[in-house]
């Protein structure tokens, strides 16, 4: 492929195992690659002199000689992230090791006319006010929707309202910075691989619960995209059809029922949540407060978790059946609630599992507001990690930020 030459492919191929796997020694790099020695020897002296790479504590041995190990350095780059939602704009800024260093919020509205230079703004803004030491690597975009290819980045956002809207052509032309757009639930999977289960795992799957539900396929070490970029619509699934209305047009889908409009619905048909009637914008405010009922005991509140919990666990043992993965991950904003849906998840899930799959790990993390943006910035931090190349040609452009960073 032009522009993309061997050194760059044996660079990103180390960099990717030392980014998944963690710190290792040149013969196990070798080992792993399948490379000559020298070429690592090579390679790797090239990349320590860019500052990429440090070597680290000596790994003791049996017999021999202890092997000197190598790790990435943390502080080599940085990336800015941002997740767009239909109310705000929230900004991340990330350190290669994920260390976040700042983070802001912005009022946003993707109805606007001039939306995209509303958002073009608010990251030119963001780039002239952050350290250039280490240098920006990149800008990643997370947005609930589709996105063609994350080098293009044309969205298809119906909870934005946006159709075929060129949001990575736009800001790469302002902000002359490689810019990766993704789904966002695609793009925690990347953060996932980077700094979580991906670690140690190459076939996972993530969940998302919040306002809407989703999830992220990672098949081999890959985020499985599908052929427009719109696989993992979980939340779309069908569970009943005479169900609530859905968003996507039709009804009865999973997300009509436990995304936080319908657990909001749910909810008020128990007569929970009446004084919320005017205040239906703030979805996120009403499920907190069905989730203070809960914890306070309230027990049509406890029902409502506990039947989204039944909802979500069938659905889910579903799409463990049909994809195999390895160990399950449940994030979102719905997490902060999850001690109520856990019971009946649980017992929904391990009952409808084909034996033999029925102890899958399944891990609910820790969540908080820059989450989702963090995810975003790891698509840009993932790339000099992409040895199977879905960033294109902006990551050959953010790889070549990185190993132009230093003398
Ligand atoms: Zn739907």
């Known amino acids: 492929m032009a522009g993309t030459d061997r050194g760059d492919l044996t660079r990103t191929a180390i960099l990717t195992l030392l980014g998944t796997v963690g710190p290792l020694s040149r013969t196990e790099i070798a080992r792993e690659l399948d490379l000559s020695s020298a070429l690592v020897t090579q390679v790797t002296r090239e990349l320590i002199g860019h500052g990429m790479l440090e070597e680290l504590d000596l790994k003791p041995s049996r017999g021999g000689r202890p092997a000197q190990r ?132 190459r076939d996972f799957l993530v969940l998302t619960i919040g306002r809407g539900v989703g999830a992220a396929i990672v098949a081999e070490g890959r985020v499985y995209r599908g052929a427009r970029g719109g696989a993992g619509e979980f939340g779309h699934v069908p569970v009943d059809p005479s169900g609530p209305r859905c968003g996507c047009g039709t009804a009865g889908c999973l997300e009509a029922f436990v995304g936080a409009a319908g657990l909001v619905a749910a909810a008020r048909a128990r007569g929970l949540l009446a004084d919320r009637a005017a205040a239906a914008g703030d979805l996120p405010g009403a499920v907190a407060e069905l989730g203070r009922a809960a914890a306070a005991g309230d027990r049509e509140a406890l029902a409502v978790f506990a039947e989204a919990g039944a909802v979500l666990g069938r659905a889910t043992a579903g799409l463990i059946n049909v994809v195999d993965p390895e160990v399950v991950v449940v994030l979102g904003e719905g997490v902060a609630e999850w001690e109520f849906w856990r019971a009946e998840f649980d017992s929904a899930v391990r009952g409808r599992l084909l034996p033999g799959r029925r102890d899958i790990p399944i891990e609910v993390e820790g969540w908080d507001d820059t989450s989702w943006a963090q995810g975003a910035a790891a698509l840009v931090l993932a790339t000099p990690f992409d040895a199977a190349g879905a960033a294109g040609e902006q990551g050959r452009l953010v790889r070549a930020r990185l190993i132009g960073a230093t003398p």
């Open 70 to 201: 190598l790790g990435l350095v943390g502080t080599a780059g940085r990336a800015l992230g941002v997740k767009v939602t239909a109310e705000r704009l929230v900004i991340v800024d990330v350190r290669l090791d994920g260390e976040v260093l700042g983070s802001w919020e912005r009022p946003f509205d993707p109805s606007a006319a001039g939306a995209l230079d509303d958002l073009a703004d608010a990251m030119a803004a963001t780039v002239a006010a952050v350290d250039q030491t280490p240098p920006i690597l990149g800008v990643g975009v997370g947005v609930p929707g589709g996105v063609d290819d994350q080098a293009v980045g044309t969205v298809n956002a119906p909870t934005l309202g946006w159709q075929a809207m060129p949001v990575g052509e736009r800001l790469r032309r302002r902000l002359d910075l490689p810019v990766l757009v993704e789904n966002d639930v695609n793009a925690l999977a990347a953060a996932e691989r980077l700094y979580g289960t991906g670690r140690t795992h």
